[in-house]
């Protein structure tokens, strides 16, 4: 319940925001038509969009009203019932629901949209605050679909280990242990079990040992046997004559 709350106050608070920006453009912008903040760089114009985001199809109100009702749905889905747990995609779909929304308000009420900022440097549309929350919730969505890719893509330096667990009887008391695991039944040789040993894959009571440890009734000893790697064939030029 805290997570869905948690939420709604975000998405809440960022629709607040967008809604009070608007209203100030349209009650002390409209009048001036433009701001200059930075010149030659961005201004604050006072224009009013009928389209989408960066006023992509202007004019079409109904299409937009239900294809964005629909993809904000989606997006509520996503964020309250397969993001918990998941921080970045969290604020990746707050941030696209929280724009789409805000929107969404002023096409259902007024039938368009109140845009203010101005991009001077390129030839841009004009835009404002719930616009850049969808373009950076998108774009935190896209990282978060890319981290997940990378993290799900085996390793090629993975080995998968065979396991096997062996009990020291009395009689083994006082042995090293490549001595006492080169008597079992392991299809290794000497050689390579202290190689296994020196490289960590030999536990005794959980622990990892040096090769000359002795034996004590009653260690259990985990053996880590690597899959072998296979042999690559290298073609050679072998003159025949």
């Known amino acids: ?50 389209g989408m985001a960066f006023s992509l199809l202007s004019g079409k109100q109904l299409f937009l009203i239900l294809a964005t009702s629909a993809a904000l749905l989606l997006v ?57 929350l969808v373009c950076v919730g998108v774009a935190l969505w896209v990282l978060v679909i890319l981290l997940e890719e990378v993290e799900d893509k085996p390793s090629k330096e993975t080995v998968s280990l065979e396991q096997r667990e062996f ?32 490289d960590g894959h030999v536990l005794c009571n959980g622990k990892s040992i040096a090769k000359s440890l002795k034996l004590k009734a009653g260690d259990t000893i985990l053996l880590e046997i690597p899959d072998a790697k296979p042999i690559e064939a290298v073609p050679q030029d072998i003159p025949l004559d």
Not at 108 to 118: A, C, F, P, R, S
Request: charged share 15%; glycine share 8%; with cysteine.
């Open 1 to 50: 319940m805290a997570y869905v709350i948690l939420n709604l106050v975000c998405v809440a608070a960022l629709v607040g925001i967008d809604q009070a920006i608007k209203l100030w453009a349209t009650q002390y912008l409209a009048p001036v038509e433009a701001i200059t903040v930075i010149p030659h760089v961005v201004e604050l114009r006072f224009v009013l969009n009928q």
């Open 167 to 198: 009990i020291v009887e009395a009689e083994a008391t006082g042995q090293r242990i490549d001595r006492f695991l080169s008597g079992e039944d392991t299809g290794l040789s000497r050689s390579a079990l202290q190689g296994l040993v020196a």
């Open 76 to 132: 509520a889905y996503l964020l309250f019932f397969r993001s918990r747990g998941k921080l970045l995609q969290q604020i990746a779909f707050i941030l696209v629901l929280a724009g789409g929304i805000g929107n969404l308000i002023d096409r259902v009420l007024n039938g368009e949209v109140v845009d203010y900022i101005n991009p001077l440097f390129i030839d841009f549309a004009v835009f404002n605050f719930a616009d850049i």
